[in-house]
């Protein structure tokens, strides 16, 4: 196998203590050594990459994200509402994908997460009208096709407006329907171990878009599975509102009574927990999703990083949907957090390397992995690599602050599973400007579906 180097970074962030200055050792998908400053390697090197102008991290990792919903970005009846308001304008429009809308969403959506730094990318595919029954097929096949890591999380809708519900009827599929393909796509997709390269979780919409008993139904099937299994949860005070009124518990209180409160879980969002319900979700080890761009747009509130970290909780990082961001740019992201983040602690309190902890580190352990998040002897090759020669750069004195605070938008060079995906911007293989083109016409096909359906 072919050992590279990647030398002497201008500057790097490892997530680790370890003195990595001199750069990272590759052999096939691993990191093999960490050279500290003024040091060689002890390993024989086959290629050298010169990476002195490169500010180098580990692969950013989304925790959380949507990507058919890149196909609704700025959408104009949606513009200016809050949550519950804003999924009732699109469900309906959602309702209309279809096979080659899907498959396009998710390349865009991949391409663009991938060409802002990021290596682990999950996606939340919950709405599945009749025509998309394999969308989850769909997003595998394009996951393989460019080289990118991913945590497809099968989601499902089964709580139709009629029976007190938020989504409308033409939305939803019944439990057994749900549970029938939960099976079947985690039995013919999913990884186990380290380097899995596609792994499948279960993840029911919201406790106002499924019933109680599938909600059970899924804790049972991912412990028997072993898999890992996703929600929305405390995005907003009329979640809480509903939870109380539907099931007479606070949203925290029904996750455990459905069997959901263990380290299985990651949720997102997470922005409206008491003190006692952090301590809870903390014990548990519960995985939290921070989406501060989608929370700021939503006016949802500000999660509570640090409380959760230091009760216990892994918190990362995700971009959600494209149509509540309105981007897939992980990079920006990490920005969006620490300065979200700021505002409810303080800018003494959250560091530049607080926020590129919850891209990377964060999101790993909270989707359950292990083996990816930091560049550390053992751990995966999953690398990203950005440039600080843009405008916005210019008299910078720290290379790895200026990397956030200037705010980066575009990675240079990607790798993951010790292969370039990335290279001077552009994801390898991919024809971009037939890509937007199609993807464009297929946003418009959506919303004149949407425009007949009225």
């Known amino acids: 196998m072919e050992t590279i180097w990647l ?10 203590d370890k003195d990595a200055r001199g750069g990272v050792v590759i052999q096939g998908d691993k990191v093999i050594e960490l050279v500290g400053s003024d040091n060689e390697p002890s390993h024989k090197i086959d290629v050298v990459v010169d990476t002195s102008q490169h500010v180098v991290t580990p692969g950013l990792i989304n925790a959380h994200h949507h990507f058919y919903q890149t196909l609704t970005r700025a959408y104009p009846d949606a513009l200016n509402k809050e949550l ?17 809308m899907m498959s396009l969403a998710t390349d865009l959506a991949l391409v663009e997460l991938m060409m802002s730094g990021c ?19 769909l997003q595998v096949e394009a996951a393989k096709k460019l080289g990118v890591r991913a945590i497809f999380t099968r989601g499902s809708m089964s709580l139709g407006e009629d029976d007190g519900g938020l989504p409308p009827r033409h939305t939803i599929q019944s439990e057994q329907t749900i549970i029938d393909d939960s099976l079947r796509l985690i039995r013919d997709y999913h990884q186990h171990g380290d380097g899995a390269m596609i792994q499948l979780a279960l993840a029911p919409c919201s406790p106002f878009s499924v019933t109680t008993e599938l909600m059970r139904e899924t804790a049972w099937i991912a412990k028997t599975e072993n898999v890992m299994v996703h929600t929305h949860l405390c995005e907003t005070i009329d979640e809480e509102k509903f939870c109380l009124q539907q099931f007479g518990l606070r949203p925290v209180d029904y996750l455990e009574d459905v069997g959901w409160l263990n380290h299985r879980t990651w949720l997102a969002h997470g922005i409206h927990f008491n003190n006692e319900e952090i301590k809870r979700l903390g014990k548990a080890k519960v995985g939290i999703c921070h989406c501060p761009s989608s929370n700021m747009m939503l ?8 409380e959760l970290e230091a009760a216990g909780a892994n918190v990362g990082l995700g971009v959600d949907g494209s149509a509540s961001n309105d981007g897939s740019n992980m990079i920006n992201e990490v920005r969006m957090a620490l300065y979200i983040q700021r505002l409810r602690y303080g800018s003494a309190d959250v560091t530049h390397f607080d926020a590129l902890r919850w891209a990377t580190s964060g999101s790993a352990k909270a989707m359950g992995r292990h ?7 053992g751990k995966q ?39 370039w995906r990335v290279h001077d911007g552009h994801v390898i293989g991919v024809d971009l400007e037939h890509l937007l083109h199609k993807h464009h016409n297929a946003a418009k096909r959506l919303a004149m579906k ?5």
């Open 7 to 16: 030398k002497n970074p201008l500057a790097i962030f490892t997530g680790t």
């Open 84 to 100: 519950f308001h804003w999924l009732k304008t699109l469900y309906p429009v959602w309702a209309g994908l279809d096979d080659e």
């Open 119 to 137: 290596t682990t990318a999950s996606d939340h595919h919950y709405l599945i009208p009749t025509g998309l029954e394999h969308a989850i097929d």
């Open 299 to 306: 006016a949802s509130g500000i999660c509570r990083n640090k």
């Open 371 to 377: 083996d990816i998040g930091t560049l550390a002897v």
């Open 381 to 419: 090759a999953d690398i990203a690599m950005f440039r600080l020669d843009d405008i916005r750069f210019s008299g910078a004195h720290d290379p790895l602050a200026a990397l956030i605070l200037c705010g980066a938008h575009q990675a240079d060079r990607v790798m993951i599973a010790g292969l």
């Open 450 to 454: 949407a425009q007949k359906a009225r």
